[in-house]
T-cell receptor, first 113, second 112 residues
Framework: KQEVTQIPAALSVPEGENLVLNCSFTDSAIYNLQWFRQDPGKGLTSLLL?????REQTSGRLNASLDKSSGRSTLYIAASQPGDSATYLC????????????FGKGITLSVRP | ETGVTQSPTHLIKTRGQQVTLRCSSQSGHNTVSWYQQALGQGPQFIFQ???????GRGNFPPRFSGLQFPNYSSELNVNALELDDSALYLC???????????FGPGTRLTVT
C-alpha cells in the first residue's frame, strides 16, 4: 500500500527566504507525482507534475524534483513571498489502470512579511 | 474553457440523512474522481468514473455511491450520514483516467 509522508506539518519562514518542502513515498512504482497548493477551505491548484521518467519540472519560482529510487520529491520555492502562504500537498499516481492519487497530509507554509 | 465546478458550496445535514453532491467536469474530460478531505488531512480517494462506469474505488463503505452522466458530469451520494462524514468533498476531472486531474473548489459538508 502506497504511503506518502510530508514532514514537517508546518513551516514558518521570513519573506525572501528560499525553501524546500519534502515529500517521501513508500512504493517507487509510480506513474507520476504532482504538487498542489491549497488555500484554507478551498480546492487544489496544481503546481507541477513530474512524470516518472523525469527528474524535475520548473514553473516560475517553483522547481520540483523526483528521485524514484529513493522515494523522494522536493518542491523548491525561491524568494518566498507572503502570498505563498498556503498548504502544499504532494500526491503520487501509481502505474496501471487505477489512477487514483495518494496524497500526503500537506505542509502548511507561513511566510512572514 | 470552463473549469471543474461543484455544487453546492456548503451543506449542513443531520446524522442519518442522505446527501447528493454534484460535479461538472472540464470541457473535453471524460473521467471524474471524487475525494474526501477531513480537516488537517490529505484528500482520500473515494472512487473514479470513466465513461459512465466505475473505474476504481477506495476504502469507503457502500453507502458512498456515485453516478456519471452522458455529459460526463457526476454525482456523489452518501446515505445514512455519520458525524465522521463531515469533510471537504473534492471532485477532479481528467481527459483520460491516467491523465492529469483538475480539481474543483469542493463542497464543505457538515453533519450534525
Amino acid at each position: 500500500k502506497q504511503e506518502v509522508t510530508q514532514i514537517p506539518a508546518a513551516l514558518s519562514v521570513p519573506e525572501g527566504e528560499n525553501l524546500v518542502l519534502n515529500c517521501s513515498f513508500t512504493d517507487s512504482a509510480i506513474y507520476n507525482l504532482q504538487w498542489f497548493r491549497q488555500d484554507p477551505g478551498k480546492g487544489l491548484t496544481s503546481l507541477l507534475l513530474i512524470q516518472s521518467s523525469q527528474r524535475e519540472q520548473t514553473s516560475g519560482r517553483l522547481n520540483a524534483s523526483l528521485d524514484k529510487s529513493s522515494g523522494r520529491s522536493t518542491l523548491y520555492i525561491a524568494a518566498s513571498q507572503p502570498g505563498d502562504s498556503a498548504t502544499y500537498l504532494c500526491a503520487v499516481r501509481p502505474t496501471g489502470a487505477n489512477s487514483k492519487l495518494t496524497f500526503g497530509k500537506g505542509i502548511t507554509l507561513s511566510v512572514r512579511p | 474553457e470552463t473549469g471543474v465546478t461543484q455544487s453546492p458550496t456548503h451543506l449542513i445535514k443531520t446524522r442519518g440523512q442522505q446527501v447528493t453532491l454534484r460535479c461538472s467536469s472540464q470541457s473535453g474530460h471524460n473521467t471524474v474522481s471524487w475525494y474526501q478531505q477531513a480537516l488537517g488531512q490529505g484528500p482520500q480517494f473515494i472512487f473514479q468514473y470513466y465513461r459512465e462506469e466505475e473505474n476504481g474505488r477506495g476504502n469507503f463503505p457502500p453507502r458512498f455511491s456515485g453516478l456519471q452522466f452522458p455529459n460526463y458530469s457526476s454525482e456523489l451520494n452518501v446515505n445514512a450520514l455519520e458525524l465522521d462524514d463531515s469533510a471537504l468533498y473534492l471532485c477532479a476531472s481528467s481527459y483520460m483516467p491516467a491523465y492529469e486531474q483538475y480539481f474543483g473548489p469542493g463542497t464543505r459538508l457538515t453533519v450534525t
